[in-house]
């Protein structure tokens, strides 16, 4: 089941929540930054690397003080290499398949690749549609998936969105 509804991230009951950062695990918005803030000091220390994560590449950490259990961090740009509609798609298959691996039921998802200079709220909600569907012909988890609007234009292009992909 996919559901689109405004909310704030932070305070979203289920097991998971699946983030676009950037290859340092860093936020990509300001409502990821905020995201961050909420879930305090035990994340910050979990998400600080050695090195940078290739653009594409997906982990899981647990979710520090926020209501849900783990975060998974799916990688949609680096200093190198901006978003594009292609670096959302890899790093959404990507988390996805963490998702799966750890037989997560209940995820939130927020847009991806948003931002200035980065995909618009179409271009992004098309694509993720276009993974997410992909991913859920073949796999068992999640089984529940809330696409996370931030404004109540997010929330209408991605409910267009899923009623276009036919999920």
């Known amino acids: 089941m996919i559901r689109v509804c405004i909310d704030d991230l932070a305070f979203f009951d289920g097991e998971a929540i699946v983030r676009p950062v ?32 290739p653009v594409g590449a997906a982990i899981v950490t647990s979710a520090g003080e926020l209501s849900v259990e ?11 290499e901006p978003v594009t509609a292609d670096t959302v798609r890899r790093a959404l298959t990507s988390a996805l398949q963490r998702v799966t691996s750890w037989q997560i039921k209940n995820v939130a998802i927020p847009p991806f ?12 909600a098309q694509v993720m549609l276009s993974v997410i569907g992909q991913h859920m012909r073949g796999a068992r988890y999640p089984e529940e998936i809330t696409l996370i609007a931030e404004t109540p234009e997010e929330e209408r292009v991605l409910a267009a969105a899923l009623q276009r992909s036919g999920l």
Request: charged letters at 20%; a negative charge; proline letters at 4%.
């Open 113 to 124: 690749g948003l931002g200035a200079g980065n995909l618009e709220i179409d271009e992004s």
């Open 70 to 80: 783990l975060l998974v961090h799916a990688v949609v740009m680096g200093r190198t």
């Open 22 to 53: 950037n290859e340092d695990l860093g936020a990509t918005t300001p409502l990821l930054r905020r995201l961050e803030l909420a879930a305090g000091t035990q994340l910050h220390n979990q998400i600080r690397l050695q090195e940078p994560l």
